[in-house]
């Protein structure tokens, strides 16, 4: 019974990723990226996002579903600096913003996961404590400054330098 719901949570989970991916206004950016932004790497990332803490994601199928919904809240932009991911993934590929090469990829074109609390207690991936943010604001966010600060602070700061550089995108 219990694997009966977990299945059909993942399948109504993923039938709301694909909704999405085919989305007009986001479909380019998913199609420039189809490995890095499939479904089965989200599921994999939600793995390892499970933690036994009464709050926290229980399921892949939940975590799916919680970044499916923060997406279309957030309109597929940084909650710091409101940035498209789909602006920054061109301004990667035209080379006007760089991006940090890592084991497995790179960090730039694609949201992370940003928990607003992170604090020792309450450093939690959970639906309400995650956010997407881009890689430049969760990089320089670090554990330095508080979420609260960091939206209202240096989250606009940056969003106005990404306008700035996208102004420089010829069309
Ligand atoms: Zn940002």
């Known amino acids: 019974m219990k694997e009966q719901k977990n299945n059909s949570e993942l399948a109504q989970a993923i039938e709301g990723y694909n909704t999405l991916k085919k989305d007009i206004h986001y479909a380019s950016y998913f199609n420039m990226y189809p490995a890095e932004l499939s479904v089965e790497k989200l599921i994999t990332k939600g793995k390892t996002k499970i933690k036994t803490s009464e709050a926290a994601f229980k399921t892949p199928a939940e975590f799916l579903l919680w970044w499916v919904n923060a997406w279309k809240l957030q309109q597929g932009s940084c909650y710091y600096c409101n940035s498209k991911f789909s602006d920054l993934a061109k301004l990667i590929n035209s080379n006007l913003l760089a ?17 607003l609390e992170s604090t020792d207690e309450k450093n939690i991936y959970s639906k309400e404590n995650c956010v997407l943010a881009c890689y430049y604001c969760n990089n320089d966010k670090s554990y330095v400054y508080s979420s609260v600060d960091y939206k209202n602070y240096f989250g606009p700061a940056k969003g106005l330098y990404i306008k700035q550089l996208l102004t420089k995108l010829k069309t």
């Open 99 to 115: 991006v940090r090469k890592i084991g497995y990829g790179v960090r730039g074109p694609f949201p992370e996961i940003e928990r």
